[in-house]
């Protein structure tokens, strides 16, 4: 059953990737600087984890991110996850390590994403044992208009099949669509952007999670550009505020109404 789900989400995956990749132009003479590096630390005040929709460590945590994008399309990150110390002061500082390459391009109208992300579990000295793979497929298409600022609005749907290092074949399709909405410079105020999405998240069971669920994911969150203070890129996100909400679960511990807040600064270059 598990190797028919990674067939299907391989399928589905490649009918709108294919005729996308088809049309690509690969230029002759590619550079090889990057486009735009991004450098971003976020306090969460806990860990959900957004595939599997299930509180990680209930302590607050520092999100660390660097991220790399070519003129191709090509994109790197590495994601640092650090528990705050002293927290609890008999166990040790939660940590989580996430490395992702990926692919992003346009065909017509419609943005496209592939990537591949390898999630190196606590304890972090120990690579691709018992850690966890997540192939995601993303196809997205934003609508803009202005009216007391500048509007984006951005459908998109995200497919993922996550597994253990271990076993490929041994995992989940997690299907992840949202709408996303940005309102730039709202009644004129050139420094603000306020940002919200709302998603539904599907996952067919895995590990802890022994059933399938269906969940309302939510994130909305003020970003303040600091460009014109700091003299250098930068956007500072506060005050953010997720919600993780059970619509169907089983009994796997995933049935309760989690809030997560957060604030956190991106410097771009």
């Not at 994109?75 to 040790?92: A, H, Q």
């Not at 990926?102 to 390898?118: H, N, P, R, V």
């Not at 269906?214 to 506060?238: C, E, H, R, S, Y």
């Amino acid at each position: 059953m598990q190797m028919k789900q990674l067939l299907l989400f391989v399928v589905c995956a490649c009918t709108f990737a294919t005729p996308a990749l088809a049309q690509l132009e690969i230029d002759e003479q590619p550079s090889y600087l990057p486009a735009d590096v991004s450098i971003s630390t976020t306090y969460n005040s806990q860990y959900i984890a957004s595939r599997i929709n299930r509180v990680i460590t209930p302590d607050p945590t520092i999100w660390t991110q660097a991220s790399i994008k070519w003129e191709s399309g090509f994109y790197f990150s590495w994601l640092e996850i650090r528990g705050i110390d002293d927290v609890s002061p008999t166990l040790p500082p939660f940590e989580e390590t996430l490395v992702t390459l990926g692919q992003s391009w346009k065909l017509d109208t419609f943005d496209f994403k592939l990537e591949a992300t390898i999630i190196n579990l606590d304890p972090v000295a120990r690579w691709a044992a018992h850690d966890r793979y997540s192939f995601d497929a993303y196809i997205s298409k934003t609508f803009t208009f202005k009216k007391n600022g500048k509007h984006s609005i951005t459908p998109e749907l995200r497919m993922l099949w996550f597994c253990d290092t271990q076993e490929l074949d041994g995992g989940v399709p997690i299907i992840m669509p949202s709408v996303a909405h940005k309102w730039q410079q709202p009644f004129e105020y050139e420094h603000l952007t306020i940002q919200s999405k709302l998603g539904l998240c599907w996952d067919g069971g895995l590990y802890r999670n022994n059933t399938e669920g269906v969940f309302l994911q939510t994130d909305i969150g003020l970003q303040w550009n600091l460009a014109k203070f700091l003299g250098t890129p930068a956007t500072l996100t506060l005050p953010g505020y997720k919600s993780l909400i059970p619509i169907t679960h089983g009994n796997d511990g995933r049935d309760g109404v989690h809030h997560v807040f957060y604030g956190g600064i991106r410097f771009d270059f």
